[in-house]
């Protein structure tokens, strides 16, 4: 038996064992309590992080559905509703129109007269005599469509014209309208005094112009000008033109523009007559085609659509078309009327035609009773509204264009409450080409605004969505080869010491401000790229074929003395190397301007390509934005390399392979799943990327890949544009819908990247 006596574990202790029990006496834990106390906080800490997770997705969601929501009545179907009307008294007026607070339609009369009637119970609110008859007989009238002037023609040739005002009173709290007409001095059109049985009228800051019918084939025309000499004297001159000579068959309706300009005849043999009247004592036929759906057919009437650039042409058959003027590439004062928009027909002829006052939409209305609802930038037919069998002579669109109402031929009123409000949105419109006013074809455009009330809105995504691929590609065109050049490097070849230095360096450029960032590209690297650009070029070329000279001169360094030097010690060879041929590049680009571009590269540009060079281009947002991404995608593939096993990088080298051929065929395969997260990732970044792109670059909504010029993206487009969108309105809703497409394409992208990341981490992994 040993001399030792055996000691149980418990009983052995020690001062400092000793020491912290008594402490924790003291503190009144125990091991169990401090158990149960980790264990709740670890499970309070997993109710925080699935909360907070849950948050964020929630948030997302909730981010989604507000989108969508914004967007949603862009897509809703425009409705119509009929309203009472009253009957009226005289069963044949001329024309007809209504007030902005539809309270009140007007008639001119046969009797000479213009009646304005409540749309309540029809009952008269005034009635005025139009005192320039003189005893003459009302012949025919006209109105315009949009605004509240109508010119009478009378049995002895002559206009009268007639301004309409509405002016709104609050009398106790309600609001009433006060009719009033203004009348102006009558004008002869027809020396010899012959009935006018058609006409079209407008007057412009004084200069009036008009044309008329007294005969089927009798057309003439009137211009009026008040002239003031230096002197201060001022005089009236008036000429009139007989165009009846260069017509071929009857005239069956009329078109003269707002701006004076153009003066348009539709015949019953289906021809349209252009005559330029812009200057009056020169007026000669300029063009004469065929504007009819149906060949042998008549054209039955004529109307503008706001703006009066577009002509809307209804014909006998029911076609209904609209044309615009093109300028000929031969010959740029000529400008040609070219066939833009086709709708659907009406089943008989097309008796009127009413333009919207508020966007590019116009009624028709034909000999059975039936109105539709079109818009020309869209190119659809909107709504169909039946009054029943009888004709309909007389249409007229509501000032705010949220009404219709037309009189058929037995006198019957009737009229719809319209809601469509975002007429111009189709897929089309959003995303194909559309033939605009003023342009030689079909293409696509945004230009959301202009500075008058008859702009067309343009509200293509196409180039929009262009504009954001394109700099995303220029971005990652510098930032891809850099970042993952950088970090193969710094994961595989650099030093650990000189690692933990360049990779916290390379992470802190992600703090930057993108606006910090724009600011300096947009005002300072912009302008010396222009003076520079041939050296950039130059530098894409030097900079690499540098490099690889460099390495081969280093491999020219006996192994004994190099094995000697620390890893990444290169740098420090390399470096100056580099930042000498950047030096050298930029000295020469003069040399380079002056003997391959004439001393100006953007000018020979232009001469050479017909490509202007914009200062702040895509090349500007490639270097800015590219140097914002990097940090991203280097931080990501830098971790990716250096998770690789090591157990593989060694057996690559112990197999005789060098450190480049391990890291090309063994490192870079097994990180390409985090590689491809990492571009993924930086791809989401370019594509979100906002104050860059809306700074440094010129925000011009143009599809050309060429570098040297701009673009617009998504992301910089709603920046610009949303604080001036009033609220509820199309622009509005686009640019929502703008957002929703952004949302969608780094949602979709994103979603096949961590598809194809999977993928290649099951394959990799099993090495």
Not at 436 to 449: A, H, L, N, V
Not at 557 to 567: D, T
Request: glycine residues 8%; contains cysteine; hydrophobic residues 45%.
């Amino acid at each position: 038996m040993s001399d030792f006596q055996q000691v149980a574990p418990q009983e052995i202790s020690s001062p400092r064992v000793n020491a912290r029990t008594s402490a924790s006496k003291k503190k009144g834990a125990s091991p169990r309590v401090n158990l149960r106390w980790k264990q709740l906080t670890d499970k309070a800490a997993g109710v925080v992080i699935t909360a907070g997770g849950i948050a964020i997705i929630a948030s997302i969601i909730l981010i989604l559905f507000v989108i969508v929501a914004e967007t949603l009545p862009l897509w809703y179907a425009p409705t119509a509703q009929p309203t009472p009307t009253p009957a009226l008294e005289n069963p044949h007026p001329l024309v007809v129109g209504v007030d902005e607070y539809q309270e009140i339609v007007y008639f001119a009369t046969a009797a000479g007269t213009i009646e304005f009637r409540s749309l309540t119970d029809g009952h008269i609110l005034q009635r005025f005599e139009i005192a320039g008859l003189n005893g003459q007989q009302v012949t025919s009238a006209y109105r315009d469509g949009i605004q509240h002037e109508v010119a009478i023609g009378t049995s002895g040739g002559l206009i009268i014209p007639l301004r309409l005002v509405f002016t709104p009173k609050f009398v106790d709290g309600k609001r009433a309208i006060t009719p009033e007409v203004r009348e102006g001095k009558p004008l002869q059109i027809d020396e010899q005094g012959r009935p006018l049985t058609s006409l079209v009228y407008s007057e412009n800051g004084g200069v009036v112009r008009a044309a008329a019918l007294v005969g089927p084939r009798t057309l003439l025309f009137f211009s009026q000008q008040e002239k003031t000499s230096p002197l201060g004297e001022s005089s009236l001159e008036q000429s009139r033109t007989d165009l009846s000579p260069q017509l071929k068959s009857d005239v069956t309706a009329l078109a003269l523009d707002q701006f004076q300009s153009n003066l348009l005849a539709g015949t019953a043999s289906g021809e349209l007559y252009h005559w330029p009247v812009d200057e009056p004592e020169k007026v000669q036929l300029r063009q004469t085609f065929s504007a009819v759906s149906t060949p042998g057919t008549g054209i039955s009437v004529l109307g503008w659509l706001i703006g009066g650039r577009s002509l809307i042409v209804g014909d006998a058959s029911g076609g209904v078309n609209v044309w615009v003027q093109v300028r000929n590439e031969e010959n740029s004062q000529d400008t040609p009327y070219r066939k833009a928009h086709q709708f659907r027909s009406h089943r008989t002829q097309v008796t009127a035609v009413a333009p919207s006052p508020r966007d590019k939409g116009f009624l028709t209305a034909d000999v059975g009773g039936t109105v539709l609802v079109h818009h020309s930038t869209s190119e659809q037919t909107l709504l169909e509204l039946s009054t029943g069998t009888n004709s309909l002579p007389l249409l007229t669109f509501a000032p705010k264009a949220n009404g219709a109402l037309t009189v058929d031929s037995h006198g019957q009123l009737f009229r719809w409450d319209l809601h469509n409000l975002h007429p111009e949105i189709t897929l089309k419109t959003l995303f194909g080409k559309v033939w605009y006013e003023g342009y030689e074809k079909p293409d696509y455009t945004w230009q959301s605004s202009s500075g008058t009330d008859d702009f067309e809105p343009k509200f293509s995504l196409t180039p929009l969505t262009y504009g954001t691929m394109k700099g995303t590609f220029y971005a990652l065109l510098l930032a891809v080869p850099l970042s993952i050049c950088a970090a193969i490097y710094t994961s595989q070849f650099m030093h650990p010491r000189i690692r933990s230095v360049v990779k916290p360096t390379v992470e802190v450029m992600a703090a930057l401000p993108s606006v910090v960032l724009g600011f300096f590209a947009g005002l300072w690297l912009a302008p010396r790229i222009e003076k520079i650009v041939p050296a950039v070029f130059l530098l894409v070329i030097a900079l690499p074929l540098v490099s690889l000279i460099a390495s081969f001169v280093w491999r020219l360094i006996p192994l004994p003395v190099r094995s000697r030097l620390r890893p990444g010690t290169e740098l420090a060879f390399l470096a100056p190397l580099l930042l000498l041929t950047m030096y050298a590049c930029v000295s020469l680009s003069g040399y380079i301007d002056t003997i391959f571009f004439n001393g100006s590269f953007p000018q020979w540009l232009y001469t050479t390509t017909g490509v202007q060079y914009d200062p702040r281009n895509s090349l500007v947002v490639g270097f800015a934005m590219g140097f914002a991404v990097i940090p991203i995608i280097y931080t990501i593939a830098e971790d990716a390399f250096s998770n690789v096993p090591q157990h593989l990088i060694s057996g690559s080298l112990a197999l005789g392979a060098t450190r480049w051929q391990t890291a090309i065929r063994v490192v870079l395969p097994t990180a390409s799943p985090g590689l491809f997260s990492a571009v993924m990732i930086g791809f989401g970044r370019a594509v979100g990327e906002t104050m860059i792109v809306l700074m440094a670059t010129g925000n011009t909504p143009v599809m050309d890949f060429s570098p040297f010029n701009g673009f617009r993206a998504l992301s910089a487009n709603i920046a610009v544009e949303i604080p001036e969108a009033p609220y509820g309105g199309t622009l509005y809703r686009v640019l929502f819908l703008a957002a929703l497409q952004l949302f969608v394409l780094t949602f979709l992208v994103n979603t096949v990247a961590e598809i194809v990341r999977q993928r290649l981490r099951e394959r990799y992994s099993k090495i």
